[in-house]
């Protein structure tokens, strides 16, 4: 079987690409850094000085308060004046109340997008970090595919998992999975098998091991007691690769389960 494989130098250029993206997002970081200690300074201005003017309200109330209950047997008329003052300064010490509040709302807004971008940056250079540190794609494939034809299933197991782990997006990775899924299916782990081979027909559905994924996912079915379910991954395999050797072995097995094969169109 011939397989593709990612050349060295585009690793090294997505390793570039991915180093440049942390410096941009560093700038983006230093400059909202900036940004963030600027608004951080009025705002605490700000927030002082609501403070001093709510100490002075809070001040001029109690002095207000005091007075009414001194004249308020003599000077009934001056009752409502002085009543209509401290509303008037109770609906103001409301008021910054209400821009306290959306002060420090602000504050906490800020506080977590700084915490996200550091978070953000953080991913992205230990990404960076381990894309540096891992193995040619070529290499590792070779590697684990040579450690599970020989047998070595739990050496090829990690081999595989690092090479999906390090390049997700490349064609092999979809074998990988399927080899994963192969592995699981010798060992008798037939759901986690059905999870690998699902992976490659949704992830990879035009690569070279969809068709054997989603037939070797219907057995799998099968050996789980789901006959009604294994049936139908088993005539999916027939509809889409009719002229396959995967079709002939689905029909095979749909004669042995007592089900007839779907006809080709």
């Known amino acids: ?41 009025v705002m605490k201005s700000m927030m002082e000085q609501n403070s001093v003017i709510a100490n002075k309200v809070s001040a001029a109330i109690d002095n207000l ?9 003599d000077r009934a008329a001056q009752v409502d004046q002085i009543s209509g003052q401290i509303q008037a300064l109770n609906d103001t ?3 910054l109340k209400v821009r306290l509040a959306k002060l420090s709302k602000q504050f906490e807004d800020m506080q977590a997008a700084q915490q996200s971008m550091a978070a953000q940056q953080t991913e992205a250079q230990q990404k960076a970090q381990q894309m540096a540190s891992a193995p040619p794609p070529d290499v590792l494939y070779n590697n684990a595919l040579r450690d599970y034809n020989g047998g070595n299933n739990d050496l090829a197991t990690q081999e595989f998992n690092d090479y999906i782990k390090y390049y997700p997006d490349t064609d ?28 490659v027909v949704q992830n990879f559905p035009g690569g070279n091991k969809a068709a054997a994924a989603q037939l070797k996912k219907g057995f799998a079915l099968l050996e789980l007691g789901k006959k009604d379910e294994g049936e139908q991954e088993l005539k999916r395999v027939i509809q889409r690769y009719p002229r396959t050797n995967e079709a002939m072995q689905a029909r095979d097995r749909l004669r042995k389960v007592g089900t007839a094969p779907a006809k080709n169109r």
Do not use: H
Not at 65 to 73: D, F, G, P, V, W
């Open 1 to 41: 079987m011939l397989t593709t494989f990612t050349p060295a130098f585009a690793v090294n250029r997505d390793i570039v690409q991915l180093q440049t993206q942390v410096d941009q997002l560093q700038q983006a970081m230093t400059q909202m850094r900036q940004s963030f200690d600027e608004r951080m300074g």
């Open 65 to 73: 308060q005091s007075s009414i209950n001194k004249q308020q047997t």
């Open 93 to 95: 010490m409301d008021e």
């Open 172 to 199: 092999l990775a979809g074998n990988a999975d399927f080899y994963l899924a192969e592995i699981e299916f010798k060992a008798g782990d037939y759901q986690k098998a059905i999870a690998n081979y699902d992976l």
